[in-house]
């Protein structure tokens, strides 16, 4: 990987500005932050994260995953729920938000996390010790009995990035990811595999983010696997 790094590096430098320079720029959704809904157990959830998390490519948070997710859930639980995620945020730029908020304690914190430590040129290494502190973060200032860490997207087949920008990114964000599944299964956290569902059509319209559609099915799948924890 290091040897197709420096051969390509001016290839990817080129298209990695081009990229930047030219992607659409999506909003973040309106819609709200945080509420309670449903009937049942009460269960306090916290999506933490990244623009994924923060729904860039759906039109309203109703469309987007923590509107999809909670509203599913609703129909198990008395949901208690906050968003905390911003576009742009890694695993280490996310402990200024946590830092941020008081300490209260959530039954569950799910993570959306990863692509920007990818798309920074982090080391594996480095990805890995900042997922240790994340983690430790998370267990002092919410105490939750569960921790969901969403795997890495596609990027490696995203439409938005050219080759061999595309196929470079794909292959370091499949050893983050790879490295993220061990730390779940050595740390006490659950690891979530996104929904095998990347096309065109249910795409946000920069091929780079979900669409409702994907966010929908991101949601069903998570609200089983809660479901599933809770039971």
């Known amino acids: 990987m290091l040897f197709n790094k420096l051969i390509l590096a001016p290839i990817l430098l080129y298209q990695g500005r081009r990229v930047r320079n030219t992607i659409i720029k999506l909003p973040e959704p309106s819609g709200p932050r945080s509420g309670q809904c449903g009937s049942g157990p009460a269960l306090k959830i916290l999506i933490v994260g990244d623009s994924a998390a923060a729904g860039v490519g759906a039109d309203s948070q109703q469309q987007a995953l923590s509107g999809q997710l909670i509203q599913r859930l609703s129909r198990h639980f008395q949901v208690d729920w906050q968003l905390l995620a911003k576009t742009g945020e890694n695993c280490q730029s996310i402990l200024t938000l946590l830092e941020a908020k008081p300490k209260q304690t ?94 065109v059509d249910v795409m946000a319209e920069d091929g780079f983010h979900p669409g409702p559609q994907v966010y929908k099915k991101w949601a069903e799948d998570l609200c089983a696997f809660i479901v599933k924890l809770e039971s």
């Open 106 to 199: 959530f039954d569950i914190v799910i993570t959306s996390l990863g692509i920007n430590d990818v798309t920074s040129g982090k080391s594996l290494g480095q990805f890995e010790k900042d997922l240790l502190v994340l983690k430790g973060r998370i267990d002092t200032h919410y105490s939750p009995k569960h921790i969901i860490l969403s795997s890495m997207p596609p990027i490696g087949k995203f439409p938005a990035l050219p080759n061999p920008l595309r196929w470079y990114l794909g292959k370091i964000a499949h050893s983050f990811d790879i490295a993220m599944s061990h730390f779940a299964a050595t740390h006490q956290c659950h690891y979530f595999p996104l929904p095998n569902m990347l096309d």
